[in-house]
């Protein structure tokens, strides 16, 4: 796989042996139990895969030679590059602004665009709205697009199905930049509909069987539907994508679920549905497959807890921390700065949407086992301190020369 060139500051050595020594005994990616680093009375369970992904990286390398190849020039960053709070500040430290925030909200007026900025378009891609105004400006976005080749593929996978006469599910969040993007290049290709959930999937299929009247979706999918939607024939053949970061399973459950509902309606055995439901293989980036696939192997390990670093706003990190809570008590964190004692913990609950405080969240044992994995926007530097951070809670534990030279001879 290619290497980027990407900031050294967001590297990790100790992160980076570990990885190689993995990808040595384990060049198909088969085993994804976790690592062990064994500091005596903390033992960390380190997932087997985390970190930025290809997209990621690609993201900045682009960004940053931007930067550096642009001195004196106005640059703007379409939105965040990507859901991750310390590489967004670099960015916004080297004089790149942001034109608007997550949600799509103006931050700077277009008016004070001209044909001579730069503007950069983010790993989740963009609206072919927000293209075609970007090029009414003179600005040329192609050079310095760093969508992610896995969001362009969902794109691809979603015109092949349109080309086929099906309608196209997108499962993803409404408001998430991608789902944005995704919505947007779907329904230039055909109806389109949005499904956050299996709740929201269970309604849709009410349309399809007639259980519901047609003129109720119009209200009940407000802003998830493309426009001159028609219930009556645009749910006749349907095929599921979805956002690159969802959770794996809720996807697969969700396209089972509506191919069951046509196999019912139409009275169909597997060999003809087809005919009402698009053969599509599932549109999760490697990454976020590979991530989530690790988080089930730490849920196999005897961890007293878990700890996920990553962005708050980070969709992809938001599914492990609920793979997780399945299982240990679990704690979202931006950095190793919300670690602040061995009493104290901040983190992020995603059920109250709020940064929140949890006192003695270690356990009173004589070893400590903490499962420890990151989303794939979160740099292996920021691992690596949250490491050392719980590491000097344990006065007793072994350095961190000792744990990887134990690591290497393992």
Known sequence: MKKFNIPGSYRSSLISTIKDKRKEHDKLKKDFSPS??????????????????????NAIEISFRTVAENPGKRIFLLSEMIHNPLVNEDLKSRGVHFLMDTRGNILVPFDELNSSDIVIIPAF????????????????????????????KVWNRAEAIARNKYTIVVHGKPFHEETRATFSHSAS???????????????????????KPPEDFYTEFAQKYSRGFDVKKDLIRIGVVNQT?????????????LKTVMMEKYQLDRAAIGAHFADTRDTLCYATAENQTSVYGLLDSDADLAIVVGGYNSSNTSHLVELCEGKFPTYFVRSAEEIVSSREIRHYNLHKKQE???????????????????????????????????????????????????????
């Open 36 to 57: 062990l680093l064994d500091f005596g009375s903390l033992q960390i369970l380190l997932s087997r895969h985390f970190g930025f992904c290809y997209g990621v990286e």
């Open 125 to 152: 891609g963009t609206t072919l709205e927000m293209e075609d105004r970007l090029r009414e400006k003179g600005i040329a976005i192609e050079r310095y697009n760093t969508t992610c080749p896995f969001v362009e």
């Open 189 to 211: 290709s055909g109806p389109t509909v949005i499904v956050t959930d299996m709740k929201e999937t269970r309604e849709l299929a009410k349309y399809i069987t007639g259980e």
């Open 245 to 257: 970061t969802m959770l794996a399973e809720d996807t697969q459950a969700i396209a089972d679920y």
């Open 356 to 410: 929140v405080t949890t006192l003695s969240y270690l356990p009173q044992k004589k070893v400590i086992k903490i499962a420890l994995t990151s989303g794939a926007s979160c740099p292996d530097a920021l691992v690596e301190e949250v490491i050392t951070r719980l590491r000097s809670f344990f006065k007793s534990a072994k350095s961190m020369e000792e744990v990887m030279a134990e690591f290497s001879k393992s």
